[in-house]
């Protein structure tokens, strides 16, 4: 057994592995998660991989890095040292693309701009963020998304960990955020392919089926 480090998403902190916590704290796996500084609404890229960066190096044994959604951005751009990669319907994107690019610049309509702010939330996110988890769990979720940084997603990678390191895709099929089609092209470039039967927030929906994906990556 080595180390799990967990990374979230746009809007998320880490209070969305609450679940994946849970039952890895069972296990003797040695366990992080951090906060990405651009859910600040200010930092960008630059800052969460540093995040990751930091968190990797203060690990002290081989470890394999989560992240989801955005957070694949991060850890492509931070987890240089890692022993293994783990894309939960992320972005799992090369040098010189940003999650801007990989959308053809065009935001989906649940994703507000504020402008002024220079940031982003997810809006009707029951709907395309938890289609598939409790109705509790989506409200939960829902009042805890913070407005991330229009620049983490505008500024492309300057490195992609995953030509280096193990890697793994868990594709979700019922996702409505990032579309299957999109994650099936970025699979591609994983070592090894999961799916699961769940929306875009499988560490609510499915936690049993996460856990048992980052146990067998770190066997």
Same mark, same amino acid.
């Given at each position: 057994?080595? %180390?799990?480090? @967990?990374?979230? =998403? ?8 609450? #679940?994946?916590? $849970?039952?890895? /704290? &069972? ?62 319907? %992320?972005?799992? @994107?090369?040098? =010189? ?8 610049? #065009?935001?989906? $309509?649940?994703? /507000? &701009? ?62 409505? %955020? ?42």
């Amino acid at each position: 057994m080595s %180390a799990v480090l @967990l990374v979230p =998403g746009s809007w998320h902190g880490a209070w969305c592995w609450s #679940e994946v916590i $849970d039952r890895l /704290a &069972v296990t003797d796996v040695g366990l992080r998660v951090i906060e990405l500084p651009s859910n600040d609404g200010r930092s960008g890229l630059g800052d969460d991989a540093a995040a990751v960066r930091d968190a990797l190096a203060g690990m002290g044994e081989p470890t394999v890095v989560v992240g989801h959604s955005y957070g694949g951005v991060a850890i492509s751009e931070g987890a240089a040292g890692a022993a293994g990669l783990i894309y939960l319907c %992320a972005f799992m @994107l090369e040098a =010189g693309e940003s999650l801007l690019d990989a959308m053809q610049h #065009e935001l989906p $309509d649940w994703i /507000a &701009v504020d402008e002024a702010a220079g940031s982003h939330l997810a809006r009707r996110s029951e709907e395309v963020l938890y289609g598939d988890c409790t109705s509790e769990q989506a409200a939960f979720a829902a009042g805890l998304l913070r407005p991330q940084s229009v620049a983490a997603i505008a500024t492309p990678q300057t490195a992609a960990a995953w030509h280096d390191v193990p890697s793994t895709y868990v594709i979700c099929e019922q996702d409505r %955020a990032v579309p299957p089609p999109a994650q099936e092209a970025m699979a591609a470039r994983a070592g090894t392919v999961h799916r699961l039967p769940a929306s875009h927030s499988p560490f609510f929906s499915r936690p049993d089926e996460v856990t048992q994906i980052v146990l067998d990556a770190l066997a």
